[in-house]
């Protein structure tokens, strides 16, 4: 009697035991199915962002290339200008891709040192009223350096993707302010 009673508990209990597995698995699966969907938006967005400032680079040096303007030089460096800005473009997004690749593999190295926003707010605003958008910056009231504890190159990154995604997401007002916090 009590080994047949055993025997009959043990079935449910494993039946129970390769259901939840089971339903791990599937649940695992879906999980999978996700991040894979949501990586395939990543990089089908990184390949659109990169493919405008190469095709840029590509029209104007097709331009410079056939000779349409040899006779007008200040055309011609302006048209160099023009690759160098869209090449620099997407070597920049190249780097974020492969820092967030880093970062996701625990290899991002971070070197904390003294940054100066001011100065590093003002090359990037810079760089965008070249390209003819107004940027108005808000600097704080304090006179001095107004330095910060960082990795500049990350810091750069990080103050360069906030204004490409307000130049395409915030509308035509954008407006650059630097505080401090009063913590």
């Known amino acids: ?26 649940q695992r699966e879906q999980v999978q199915r996700r991040m894979d969907e949501a990586r395939f938006r990543v990089v089908a967005g990184v390949a659109h962002d990169i493919r405008n400032p190469l095709a840029s680079a590509m029209g104007f040096s097709r331009l410079m290339a056939e ?11 302006a048209m160099a200008g023009l690759i160098a800005d869209a090449t620099s473009e997407a070597n920049e997004i190249i780097d974020d891709l492969l ?18 926003l001011l100065r590093v707010a003002d090359s990037l605003v810079d ?5 003819g958008d107004e940027i108005p910056v808000r600097r704080p009231v304090e006179v001095g350096e107004f330095v910060c504890l960082g990795d500049e190159l990350r810091v750069r990154q990080i103050l360069r993707n906030l204004l490409t995604n307000a130049r395409r997401y915030g509308g035509p007002h954008i407006e650059v302010r630097i505080a401090r916090d009063a913590s």
Request: hydrophobic share 45%.
């Open 127 to 131: 760089h965008y009223r070249e390209e």
């Open 67 to 77: 000779g349409g303007h040899a006779n007008q030089p200040e055309e011609m460096v």
């Open 1 to 26: 009697g009590r080994a047949v009673a055993e025997e009959l508990w043990e079935i449910p209990l494993t039946a129970a035991l390769l259901a939840a597995a089971y339903g791990l698995k599937a």
């Open 99 to 116: 820092a967030a690749s880093r970062l996701e593999t625990g290899e991002l190295t971070v070197a904390a040192t003294p940054v100066d």
